[in-house]
């Protein structure tokens, strides 16, 4: 059984236009990650959640922004996406043994 | 602050020829350590952890990675590789602080295996 789900999982968009990328966990884990992989690298953190206290890398640019009503759910809002935005977009939580445990991916498209 | 080096971009190998892919790392605190693999277009997928005790965790398909504190390495290794195994895969290290763990992954090493 799944558990983180990302959908879309594939999303394209036109440039400038807001876009939103959901993810729901049925871990019940309090920590929430999302991050930004673009070809052949590395994933990125973008930010992530302890419970509802949001915690922004420094270098995340304010195009992203992230909502988490409740336990479950997670969305990565882009306010203004450009061409650079296009990546796969991972979301995370993490299990009590220290590993964190991805869903299957967003792959944006910006036209 | 952690960093963790895959010197390797790319591996090209023999399906059922052994492999190693190298991972190094920093860190000014112990650590945890993880090996990931992702396929085309999916999201990264646990292979195997060293978080304390046995030096050398495996993973039920075949992969082992040996933990060296000494040479601040955790090199994946597998005996022989099939046609599957062909993958990205990434290294990882974490620290646990404030209840979360920040994990900084390598850049990430392509396994082609060759029929």
């Known amino acids: 059984d799944a558990m983180v789900i990302q959908n879309p999982r594939y999303q394209v968009t036109q440039f400038g236009k807001p876009v939103t990328l959901s993810c729901s966990q049925t871990?019940?884990?309090?920590?929430m990650y999302w991050y930004q992989q673009k070809s052949s690298q590395a994933p990125k953190l973008l930010f992530h959640?302890?419970?509802?206290?949001?915690?922004n890398e420094a270098d995340t640019p304010d195009n992203f922004q992230s909502r988490r009503p409740n336990t479950s759910f997670c969305f990565l809002d882009i306010r203004s996406p450009g061409l650079g935005d296009a990546a796969m977009y991972l979301c995370?939580?993490?299990?009590?043994?220290?590993?964190?445990?991805f869903g299957p991916g967003t792959r944006l498209t910006v036209t | 602050a952690q960093s963790v080096t895959q010197l390797d971009s790319q591996v090209p190998v023999f399906e059922e020829a052994p492999v190693e892919l190298r991972c190094n790392y920093s860190?000014?605190?112990?650590?945890?350590l993880f090996w990931y693999v992702q396929y085309p277009n999916q999201g990264l997928q646990l292979l195997l952890k060293?978080?304390?005790?046995?030096?050398l965790v495996e993973s039920i398909n075949g992969f082992e990675a040996e933990f060296n504190k000494s040479q601040t390495s955790f090199h994946l290794r597998k005996p022989s590789v099939h046609i599957s195994d062909t993958a990205e895969y990434f290294c990882?290290?974490?620290?646990?602080?404030?209840?979360?763990?920040?994990?900084?992954f390598g850049t990430g090493t392509k396994l082609q295996v060759i029929p």
């Open positions: 995370a939580t993490h299990t009590g043994a220290g590993e964190q445990y």
């Open positions: 871990l019940n884990h309090n920590v």
């Open positions: 959640y302890y419970d509802k206290d949001f915690n």
């Open positions: 060293y978080l304390s005790g046995s030096t």
């Open positions: 990882a290290v974490s620290e646990v602080s404030g209840g979360y763990q920040k994990v900084t």
């Open positions: 860190s000014s605190v112990s650590v945890y």
